[in-house]
């Protein structure tokens, strides 16, 4: 009998080191099922050569869309970036980039249009208190989202060249403008990335 229940005992270990093993072998399978998944959610938005007879995984404006939707999302007033990024047209004067985002000044504090007859004058004259505020208000605001705007600039080259895959990058590092146009500026990397593409 006891030589029975010994036998019972090492059944028992045995059945339950199986489950063991068992429950390891699916949580394996997941863990590996999740990472190619990942991979595969990946490769879906980078940039990558077209090459004749191959599917393309994704188009230029696919993963551009994919670009600026996360830079929007993740970046501190990253819209300022994507409406010109979208347009591939950089900004490099703040004059123009306010502008373009409708960042107005309030009339110049202190002046006033008197008209006398006929005559229409501009003369100086004290600005109010609010005025004043208003003013100093609208040019900060300015001068933050300016500031903002460069610091996302520098930050968006390597977002988009990271989207770049190994083949895509070293085809526009053979640009012989890359060290002088395209290196650090997102705007002329999208431009030739777009052409070399389809066309190193």
């Not at 490769?43 to 007879?53: D, I, N, S």
């Not at 009339?107 to 003369?123: I, M, N, Y």
């Not at 990058?169 to 997102?186: C, G, H």
Request: glycine content about 8%; hydrophobic content about 25%; charged content about 30%.
């Amino acid at each position: 009998m006891s030589g029975r229940g010994r036998t019972g005992n090492h059944a028992g270990r045995g059945s339950g080191s199986g489950c063991s093993g068992r429950g390891q072998q699916q949580s394996s399978g997941k863990s590996n099922t999740n990472n190619t998944n990942k991979s595969s959610n990946s490769k879906e938005f980078e940039f990558t050569p077209f090459y004749a007879g191959k599917i393309q995984v994704a188009t230029y404006d696919t993963v551009k869309d994919h670009i600026i939707n996360t830079i929007q999302k993740t970046n501190k007033n990253g819209h300022d970036l994507t409406k010109v990024l979208a347009l591939e047209k950089d900004y490099n004067d703040k004059e123009q980039f306010c502008e373009r985002l409708g960042l107005t000044l309030p009339a110049q504090a202190g002046l006033e249009t008197v008209t006398q007859g006929d005559t229409t004058t501009t003369q100086q004259r004290e600005p109010t208190q609010y005025e004043l505020i208003e003013y100093k208000e609208a040019l900060r605001e300015r001068n933050d989202r300016w500031r903002i705007y460069l610091d996302n600039k520098h930050k968006s080259y390597a977002f988009i060249w990271g989207k770049c895959n190994k083949a895509m990058q070293s085809r526009i590092e053979t640009d012989s403008e890359f060290a002088t146009k395209v290196k650090d500026n997102p705007f002329e990397l999208l431009r030739r990335t777009k052409i070399k593409m389809y066309d190193p």
